[in-house]
């Protein structure tokens, strides 16, 4: 079964801080996806990556930054957690950068 | 302001009801695809369209792609409590990135 796994469920992090979400993915796919969920808001890509040691922002890079050292491993990283950072967020990896996206289970975050 | 406009935004029926739910958009997509989020967990993709007029049946749900391939449908019959869930679509332009909807909460109630 495919796979793509999240580190936490939930999270509960001070502001300013300095947070880490691991996601990894089985599936030997190229690209991974950082989104942030938000109700109303749909699904806003933050930043992703097509190559290992690769890196593009997305739509709402600010206050974030990646790591792709390996090409199974994405990791999403709060430098100075704020409060509007507090959300779900999905990690997804996809064979190419428009075919079926496979999903993690999500990381609740809440920023206190 | 988003690229996919995803209406209603949220749906509640009782067991049984048909109902339908719209993705549209002002831009042309090479493919446009349809997930399934339940509470908890991640987006699974149910359909890729992929063809102007196209029609894919699972199950008890049909999905249409427009002729211009601007706009797409998900029809559900005789809905079921397992239907409940957030619907997503998401658009792909020219192999780029895909494009998410903010979604249609759906609350099938027995």
């Known amino acids: 079964d495919v796979k793509v796994t999240q580190s936490s469920r939930y999270l509960v992090k001070r502001t300013g801080e300095k947070v880490f979400l691991e996601c990894v993915q089985d599936?030997?796919?190229?690209?991974m996806f950082w989104y942030r969920q938000d109700p109303g808001l749909g699904l806003r890509l933050i930043y992703f990556?097509?190559?290992?040691?690769?890196?593009e922002k997305g739509d709402i890079p600010e206050g974030y930054s990646v790591s792709r050292e390996k090409k199974e491993r994405f990791s999403l990283i709060l430098e100075s957690a704020s409060t509007n950072q507090t959300s779900m967020y999905l990690c997804?990896?996809?064979?190419?950068?428009?075919?079926?996206?496979?999903f993690g289970q999500g990381t609740r975050l809440t920023v206190v | 302001t988003q690229l996919l406009e995803q209406s209603p935004q949220f749906l509640s029926i009782q067991e049984g009801e048909n109902l339908t739910v719209y993705c549209n958009s002002s831009?042309?997509?090479?493919?446009l695809q349809w997930y399934r989020q339940e509470p908890g967990e991640g987006p699974v993709l149910l359909v890729t369209v992929v063809t102007g007029g196209e029609v894919k049946k699972l199950k008890r749900l049909t999905f249409q792609f427009g002729d211009a391939r601007k706009d797409s449908s998900l029809h559900i019959t005789a809905a079921q409590t397992g239907d409940t869930g957030l619907y997503l679509c998401a658009g792909e332009v020219n192999g780029n990135k895909l494009v998410f909807g903010a979604g249609t909460i759906l609350r099938v109630k027995s």
């Open positions: 831009s042309v997509f090479s493919s």
């Open positions: 599936m030997d796919h190229e690209n």
């Open positions: 990556s097509y190559d290992v040691k690769m890196k």
């Open positions: 997804a990896s996809s064979r190419t950068l428009s075919s079926e996206a496979f």
